[in-house]
């Protein structure tokens, strides 16, 4: 069960996550204060849904977050 602020083994509050980049069942998340940190959570799609839920930006869905030489 979540709360809305905090997940479950998850050490940090929805209020401290700025932006995340999930590969997989692989989480690299941007705090708010700048630092990165990465998390690996029992239930991808749950974990998913809770950033969601939050509002915590994800980076794949931003404008020119993969840019491509043009040639």
Same mark, same amino acid.
């Given at each position: ?17 700025? +932006?995340? *980049? ?6 690299? =998340?941007?705090?708010?204060? #700048?630092?990165? /940190? ?10 998913? +849904?809770? *950033? ?6 994800? =980076?794949?869905?931003?404008? #020119?977050?993969? /840019?491509?030489?043009?040639?």
């Amino acid at each position: 069960m979540t709360s809305a602020d905090h997940y479950p083994n998850f050490d940090y509050t929805a209020e401290q996550l700025s +932006k995340f *980049l999930a590969a997989c069942d692989f989480f690299t =998340i941007m705090l708010k204060n #700048g630092e990165i /940190i990465h998390f690996t959570p029992k239930d991808v799609p749950a974990f998913t +849904k809770w *950033l969601e839920k939050n509002k915590i930006a994800n =980076i794949r869905s931003e404008d #020119g977050w993969v /840019i491509t030489k043009k040639t």
